[in-house]
């Protein structure tokens, strides 16, 4: 029988305060950006409701993450891990069917009770983090077996092949990325990887003819908007612009006007926003503070006293450096508008909830990186 022996103020000493100064900062950032869009007028996606849920949702995610990060995630993950991929899959099934979106995509839920509506994609990124990390854990003295490479392709692919269904390309990259990122570090031989690419490149002209055309239109556009500055390159344009137009210090909180050209600017595009009021240095600023929380993710996996709590880390982590990189890349317009938010900044409580619950579980393993760090075992 195990019995706490420690107090909440002990308990918060053994936080890791580098991530929580990092969520914490950029949380913070976001709700002033919001709160700016609102303050400065002229445009109808900043409204005091918006500022108002932004501030809540914040709260809620540190509270989700100061909790994940008192549970013991070895406790907890052995004994629901098969609960937890069901109950993804539950999700996902229930997003097929009854999900809703724009140009066919099933991104949302919408539920009449409730005063906000559900993206499921957001909150399985952590749950298949976990799954797959224990999968891999239990190939790990075979993972370059085929049959072991095997299953867990079979894993993924059930994933991703369900998320094919809500039509959402941006979700199955960052799931993609997740994926290489963690048999990559779990050590999975280079030449799987070698052969996938040669798979990818041969198999590319299919997989575009099969493509719907705005989902076409999207990547070309992506790489190229002015191709189409009127329609699928709109949005990176205004974007570009937004960002130039905050120069080094930017317009200030309730400054600016460019930005109110973009569509949706409180949600994908915020980081323009942010750069159109806060200049280059408030850009560097989140910037800087995610790139901290992306090493120091890193640095706790090698400190995790888990195979599998160590790779949960390099998931969460990858997670982070792809949305991060395709959210501000295509705000500069120089990758495709695939409709991916920028981790704690983007307005939205699910992205935000879901990052909270991915923090907390990283906290979780560095708290509990020694065996009963909190507890003792009765003799």
């Not at 991929?85 to 539920?111: Q, R, S």
Request: aromatic content about 16%.
């Amino acid at each position: 029988m195990r019995e706490f022996t420690v107090s909440f103020r002990d308990r918060l000493k053994t936080i890791d305060k580098t991530v929580v100064f990092c969520v914490l900062g950029m949380i913070i950032l976001s709700v002033l950006t919001i709160f700016g869009g609102y303050a400065a007028g002229g445009y109808v996606k900043f409204t005091a409701s918006r500022v108002i849920t932004q501030a809540f949702t914040a709260a809620l995610g540190i509270a989700v993450m100061l909790v994940m990060s008192f549970m013991d995630y070895d406790h907890f993950i052995k004994r629901l891990d098969k609960a937890i991929f069901v109950f993804m899959l539950c999700l996902l099934v229930i997003l097929i069917i009854f999900g809703e979106g724009d140009h066919g995509n099933k991104n949302w839920l919408y539920i009449n009770f409730l005063p906000f509506n559900i993206q499921p994609t957001e909150f399985c990124k952590p749950l298949f983090i976990i799954t797959f990390s224990r999968h891999i854990d239990s190939l790990k003295r075979n993972i370059n077996h085929p049959l072991s490479l095997l299953q867990l392709m079979l894993h993924a692919g059930i994933i991703l092949g369900l998320l094919a269904f809500t039509k959402d390309l941006g979700t199955i990259l960052v799931y993609c990325f997740i994926i290489f990122f963690m048999l990559f570090t779990a050590g999975l031989s280079i030449w799987y990887f070698i052969a996938l690419a040669a798979v990818v490149v041969l198999a590319f002209p299919f997989l575009w003819e099969h493509m719907a055309d705005y989902q076409q239109k999207r990547i070309i556009c992506g790489f190229n908007p002015e191709l189409d500055p009127i329609k699928y390159g709109y949005q990176a344009l205004k974007s570009r612009d937004a960002v130039a137009a905050g120069r080094l210090f930017g317009s200030g909180i309730v400054g600016g006007h460019s930005y109110k050209l973009i569509p949706e600017a409180q949600s994908d595009f915020l980081f323009a926003v942010l750069a159109e009021k806060f200049g280059m240095f408030g850009c560097l600023f989140y910037i800087i503070l995610m790139t901290v929380l992306i090493l120091r993710i890193l640095y706790i996996s090698r400190k995790a006293r888990k195979d599998y709590a160590a790779n949960i880390c390099v998931g969460v982590a990858a997670m982070f450096i792809v949305q991060s990189v395709e959210n501000i890349g295509m705000c500069l317009a120089f990758m495709p508008v695939i409709g991916i938010t920028l981790p704690f900044f983007s307005y939205g409580g699910s992205s935000l909830l879901a990052s909270a619950f991915s923090v907390g579980l990283v906290l979780s393993i560095y708290s509990h990186k020694k065996k009963y760090y909190f507890e003792r075992e009765e003799a």
